[in-house]
């Protein structure tokens, strides 16, 4: 039984509308081929029997397993899959329109087989097109799949189906004891619970409350300062509740205040620096943290796909040259985020925001307030979701050294629903960003900074960045022909996104935390992506002592 923050009003992960348990999107739903958390990026047969591709691969095949059923016990097929990525890359969630426009033709060549034809030069398409998820066509019949909410149970093929819920409270997931893929060897040693049951709060407060009551069983701690003092309760001095540390060694991705560019007063680098600069990362983390946690310093920190912070050199010098006019200070010479004393005045970073404002024509007028040339104050507004408290702590502190330079934000904490709404829209001035990054980056990367995000809304391009230069990185990831070239054209696009200033990054942790029952327990070998998609509660089981 776990929790989590926030409400949900749809069923459906594969829509834009409305908000769903996350955890949906993996649990109940399964794709042609299934992923190993234990590699960069391998997939193995799930739904498919087998893939072909071309050399080129400029094709893939897929041939469905005879013995693949939904939940009903209808078997899976060709005209099923055929629906499915048509559905999802014309009316589905953005997430899989850009993979679909790569698709010249699709067809079914056989009784199981289908073809996709591509129209665009791309390695990882066979990989990405085997990920999507499998809908059954026939539950859909006459019924507007891009509005669907909480009115349709979905009808899938996974282990676990939805066997109750209540809007925004709960929802309960059973496995089902004829799930066709048992004795698949992908699914060995998984999906080992009868129920999974998702509670709802309304606050981590509230959750974590209901934790240490025993209302849920496991509960993961992104905080290390409550993790060091925060679980110190009865359950957990008995030893009913222990505590696990679970490593990793995926990339830092990226996570904290995030600018939107749409905001002409962002739109300058020089701006968003300076905010930077007044962002005292030493000192907060110190507050908040005991000063445990590393800072991000890249999308892709913490891994061999990181950028140097030194200058460019060899096939990323290269890759970057053509956009060397384009390319913000510090993409070719080197870059790094500015370090504080660690004081609260943070003096020498906010006298660089001084000038970096000034050269932006912004400067402190007489009555205490930073202003422009004509006069208007510079000003913006902070939306968070009103259940994150440590988020808020970190805006708090950060408001009043903001204050120093004549900024007074508007901090806004609104629900979950309106958070959804107002991010999906891009309504906000700054909010409070995350993106994980994977050992294997490919076409997801044009969701997350692709030109299409500006004016298209539910991308993951809250920052509004519209950079030739990232885009063409992109696709050298896609296109890249060797090792060396996949991680060289990484660790340019590393550099674009860094030294673009589009957030201001807090901490990331090495180590995920979960405090759970003693009656849960995993494998003692971690795969290489640590606590992540697959992890819990997927190879997880019960077991009383």
């Known amino acids: 039984m776990t929790g989590e923050v926030g409400r949900f009003d749809s069923l459906n992960p594969h829509i834009l509308k409305g908000r769903v348990p996350w955890q949906l999107q993996f649990l109940a739903y399964e794709s042609l081929m299934g992923r190993s958390w234990d590699e960069p990026f391998t997939l193995y047969g799930l739904l498919a029997e087998s893939i072909e591709t071309g050399p080129n691969r400029d094709w893939v095949e897929f041939t469905l397993r005879p013995e693949a059923r939904f939940s009903d016990g209808t078997p899976v097929t060709v005209e099923d899959v055929l629906w499915s990525y048509e559905t999802l890359g014309t009316v589905g969630h953005p997430r899989y329109h850009g993979s679909w426009q790569k698709v010249a033709r699709a067809e079914a060549v056989g009784e199981r087989t289908l073809r996709f034809t591509f129209n665009t030069e791309d390695r990882e398409l066979p990989l990405i097109l085997g990920m999507r998820p499998i809908l059954k066509k026939a539950q859909w019949a006459g019924k507007d799949f891009a509005q669907s909410g909480l009115t349709e149970v979905p009808i899938t093929t996974a282990p676990y189906v939805v066997a109750d819920f209540d809007p925004g409270r709960f929802v309960l997931l059973r496995r089902n004891p004829d799930y066709w893929g048992n004795d698949l060897p992908l699914r060995r040693g998984t999906n080992n619970f009868d129920e999974i049951r998702l509670e709802f709060f309304a606050d981590a407060n509230a959750m974590f409350e209901a934790f240490k009551a025993g209302v849920i069983t496991s509960n993961r701690e992104t905080s290390a300062a409550k993790w060091a003092g925060n679980y110190d309760f009865p359950a957990v001095r008995s030893g009913e509740v222990v505590k696990s540390d679970i490593p990793h060694k995926r990339p830092s991705g990226i996570s904290g205040l995030v600018f939107n560019t749409r905001n002409p007063i962002f739109a300058d680098w020089r701006v968003r620096d300076a905010l930077i600069h007044a962002f005292n990362f030493e000192f907060i983390n110190q507050t908040l943290n005991g000063g445990a946690l590393p800072r991000i310093t890249s999308y892709f920190s913490n891994s061999v796909l990181a950028m140097s912070h030194g200058p460019a050199e060899g096939p990323v010098k290269a890759l970057l040259a053509p956009f060397a006019d ?188 979960i405090a759970h029952s003693k009656n849960l327990h995993y494998p003692e070998t971690i795969p290489m992506y640590g606590d992540w998609i697959g992890f819990q509660p997927e190879i997880w089981w019960y077991a009383e002592d």
């Open 326 to 513: 384009d390319l913000p200070p510090g993409a070719l010479e080197g870059y790094s985020l500015p370090v504080s004393d660690g004081s609260q005045s943070n003096r020498r970073n906010l006298r660089k925001a001084v000038a970096l404002l000034e050269q932006a024509g912004w400067s402190v007028a007489d009555d205490g307030i930073l202003r422009n040339a004509g006069g208007t104050p510079f000003t913006f507004e902070i939306v968070l979701n009103q259940g994150a408290t440590e988020t808020r702590q970190i805006v708090d502190i950060y408001a009043e050294a903001l204050k120093r330079l004549g900024i007074f934000p508007k901090i806004t904490a609104v629900d979950s629903a309106q958070y959804k709404e107002r991010t999906t829209a891009y309504d906000f001035d700054m909010a409070y960003y995350i993106r994980g990054q994977s050992l294997s980056p490919g076409n997801e990367q044009m969701l997350y900074w692709g030109a299409e995000g500006v004016s298209t809304p539910g991308t993951l391009n809250w920052m509004g960045m519209q950079v030739p230069a990232a885009e063409a990185m992109i696709r050298a990831i896609l296109t890249a022909q060797s090792g060396t070239d996949f991680e060289a054209a990484t660790r340019a696009l590393d550099r674009v996104l860094t030294t673009g200033r589009y957030v201001i990054p807090i901490w990331f942790s090495p180590t995920a935390h």
